[in-house]
């Protein structure tokens, strides 16, 4: 018994040596390997590819992968290839994405596209900043995330959705009585719903019902719906994820509820949910600044390209900020003439000097995007609404 | 000549000597660079895992309850803490002054929360309060994650609905902004302060299982009726380690939120909880070293997994399933404990025949 309990200590420790050992070993390869490369410059991504938040992860990491393919097949920018490096976070606030962004810092990670999520994306600017890395992330929208001058984001800010949100269903006389569920434990949700409540109460828009949930009881909502019904809500706003959105939709079915529904990017996925009663969602609007059918060129390119290489995956409005993301930061690189051999923080200290100084980006998410020196990006949202099982503009 | 130590104190040296020697290993790898950015990283997460499950070993292994709310405590240590840092961290600018008192606010609240969940709920045994802990732990993240709270020249402002309803004025600063959390709290823990701390924790550890207060400990999960008829005062004895287990959560929880920028409430749920037990449960119940090293190598593990992408978590399992086998299993248990023995045989034979042979010299 005694000498099991040692053995097993013994060997376990034997594990963890030599698990420090091969860490040692990877380091230093991968040190070789990213210095003096003059023409590869390695891109890092971090966001969930396991978990619950996975399809954000994964279609971010294939439209990142097909940006840089095509950049490559195109030659390169002024002779500069680019390398896409991604790993898993699991959307964790904490250590996990800590982990993951380390490990790309191990990789060579010269430039950051990441994280996916808002929650990580706290976790890793403040890391970003001090080892002065370029940080543009597709997809997490806190205003917290950019405060740092080395991060900037695609996609809009959480108030400027909320904001976005009141402003169009009030401007566009949508509905009058307005219902809210929302989850209270997530940083994202919670965001946009302060911002949609303040400027709701000062266009005029009536909150009948402000109904919460929580990540450990995201499943049953029928509490929320019936306190939403009974108030006669004309409109449900949901500034959630898809996952907990398709469920309250059907939920609403059961319950005989049928307001309209209004949501933010976060929809955006809400059809590819598997067994998920397409019909159910037909007539949600949702604000998001991309929509897979519309009819511009450099969207369908895209999409055709997207479904080609991923078996015919619709892409959503992650994957065309990854996209996007990935085209700016060789938009970029194109104009300072970067090569891949100078330090990750000449390369920061540039591109942020050049992101904010007079640059426009005229991409999948919106036209003659700007930035300023917040790191908040300046473009018009779009209004989509589902139809025929689409997503087709308003 | 030299006096024998009892196996307790030998044991609890040997441990000491194993930490102290991978400690000065780390240390030796990072002044040289020879690390990577990952290990960096982890050294003190591990830390703040190791600590937890030695902790929690208390109340699992020594006082024989299963307590599920292990990160309800780490949340509350590090929402004290780092509210207490963001308060001071304009006035008291020496992170050596204040990082110490953080330690202590926040091991405090944590054993008061402690002590508090711990009376009612320890009249509670075995699965009941399992659910019953797992409960509170549940309860503190999701209050943490409602909770918004600023100050400005006014005084502290506390909501638990929106950041709106907080009325701060114009000069205010919020320092936790609900599901948000915290963020801003200065980066203090290092990992020389997280090995001290754990160091710390482990002399703590072995203090008291070998004192009379953990005999009576002991004697309480051995046999409650026999404890309670020789006049062990259960209630006490029972809080007592509960409190202590709370009180080290807490500390872990502070490490970590000085290690991170942020610090989000949805961190701390039942997961975080299950997964010290198992590195409780894998390590060996009531065994310090081994939750130390079931810490270690557990927290690592999925990292150095990376390179398998999809398949990581996967792997995760399946490993996980095939050391709880090895380590609980007596027939492979045996298989390794014969052939150890062997060994120890042969390598002893060899030195008392290379001993008979110096004499025959």
């Known amino acids: 018994m005694k000498f099991a309990k040692k053995l097993m200590a013994l060997s376990l420790a034997a594990v963890m040596a030599g698990s420090c050992l091969t860490a040692c070993g990877d380091s230093s390869k991968a040190d070789g390997g990213k210095s003096g490369d003059e023409n590869t410059i390695v891109i890092g991504g971090s966001g969930p590819l396991t978990g619950g938040a996975a399809q954000y992860g994964v279609a971010v990491k294939n439209a990142a992968q097909l940006a840089v393919d095509e950049i490559n097949e195109a030659g390169g920018v002024n002779g500069v290839k ?12 904490g250590d996990k994405a800590i982990n993951a962004y380390n490990q790309l810092k191990d990789k060579g990670m010269q430039v950051m596209l990441g994280t996916v999520t808002t929650g990580s994306c706290l976790a890793v600017i403040d890391k970003t900043k001090s080892d002065n890395i370029f940080q543009i992330t597709p997809s997490a929208s806190a205003q917290d995330v950019i405060k740092n001058d080395n991060a900037f984001q695609v996609c809009f800010t959480d108030p400027n959705q909320g904001k976005a949100s009141a402003d169009y269903i009030a401007d566009n006389n949508i509905a009058k009585k307005i219902a809210v569920i929302y989850d209270n434990s997530d940083a994202y949700s919670s965001g ?32 929320q719906i019936s306190a939403a019904k009974s108030a006669e809500a004309e409109l449900l706003f949901l500034p959630i ?61 895209f999409v055709k ?31 300072e003439s970067i090569k891949g051999n100078m330090s990750k923080s000449e390369i920061c200290d540039k591109l942020k000097k050049a992101i904010t100084d007079g640059f426009s980006y005229d991409g999948l998410t919106g036209q003659g995007m700007t930035w300023s020196a917040d790191g908040a990006v300046s473009k018009n949202p779009k209004a989509v609404v589902i139809k025929d099982g689409n997503y087709s503009a308003l | 000549m030299k006096k024998k130590l009892n196996v307790q104190t030998r044991k609890s040296f040997v441990t000491y000597a194993l930490l102290l020697i991978v400690i000065i290993a780390v240390e030796i790898m990072v002044n040289t660079g020879n690390i990577s950015s990952m290990l960096q990283g ?63 606010i926040g091991g405090i609240c944590a054993a008061v929360f402690g002590i508090i969940i711990g009376i009612p709920v320890l009249r509670l045994r075995g699965d009941y309060l399992a659910i019953v802990t797992l409960a509170f732990g549940e309860i503190i993240k999701n ?10 020249s006014a005084g502290l402002h506390i909501s638990l609905k929106s950041q709106g309803d907080l009325n701060l004025a114009s000069d205010g600063k919020m320092i936790i902004n609900g599901a948000l959390g915290i963020s ?85 749920d039942y997961n975080l909880s299950i997964l010290v037990l198992v590195f409780v449960v894998l390590g060996g119940i009531g065994s310090v070293r081994g939750s130390v090293i079931a810490a270690a190598v557990l927290t690592m593990l999925p990292e150095y997994l990376r390179s398998i992408n999809k398949y990581r978590m996967l792997f995760y399992a399946v490993i996980l399933i095939v050391m709880m086998i090895c380590t609980s299993n007596a027939t492979v248990r045996n298989f390794f404990v014969r052939n150890f023995e062997k060994l120890k045989g042969l390598i002893i034979k060899k030195k008392s025949a290379g001993e008979t042979a110096k004499e025959g010299e």
Request: glycine share 6%; with cysteine; proline share 3%.
């Open chain 1, 305 to 335: 390209a997207y479904k080609e290489k991923y078996k015919d995956e619709t892409p959503n409005q992650f994957a065309a900020d990854a996209y996007d993301g990935v085209k700016i930061i060789a938009k970029l690189v194109e104009k």
């Open chain 1, 192 to 223: 946009i719903f302060n911002t949609f409540k303040s400027e709701a109460k000062e266009k005029g828009l009536d909150i009948v019902a402000e109904q919460s949930f929580t990540k450990d009881s995201k499943t049953d909502f029928s509490a």
């Open chain 2, 184 to 268: 801003g709290t200065p980066n203090d823990s290092t990992f020389e302060i997280a090995a001290v701390i754990l160091f710390i924790t482990l002399i703590i550890s072995y203090n008291f299982i070998n004192s009379r207060t953990g005999r009576a400990v002991m004697s309480i999960r051995d046999n409650r009726i026999a404890a309670e008829s020789v006049g062990i005062n259960i209630t006490k004895y029972k809080l007592i380690t509960f409190g202590l287990t709370a009180f080290l959560a807490g500390v872990a929880g502070v490490l970590y939120s000085h290690n991170f920028y942020s610090l989000q409430a949805s961190k701390f």
């Open chain 1, 241 to 301: 994820y898809y996952q907990e959105a398709s469920l309250i939709l059907a939920q609403c079915k059961s319950a005989d509820f049928t307001p309209k529904f209004f949501g933010c990017d976060g929809l955006d996925g809400i059809l590819s949910v598997d067994n998920f009663d397409k019909s159910l969602a037909e007539g949600v609007m949702l604000l998001t600044p991309f929509a897979a059918d519309a009819e511009d060129e450099a969207t369908q390119k």
């Open chain 1, 82 to 93: 680019f390398k896409l490096v991604f790993e898993d976070d699991e959307a964790d606030p």
């Open chain 2, 143 to 152: 209050v943490f994650a409602a909770l918004y709270i600023g100050y400005d």
């Open chain 2, 42 to 104: 982890l050294l003190v997460p591990i830390c703040v895992y190791a600590i937890l499950a030695v902790s929690l070993n208390l109340t699992v292994g020594i006082l024989g309850e299963l307590s599920l709310g292990q990160a309800g405590f780490m949340c509350i240590g590090a929402y004290s803490s780092a509210i207490f840092s963001n308060l001071v961290k304009d006035s008291i600018t020496e992170p050596m002054i204040r990082f110490p008192l953080a330690i202590i």
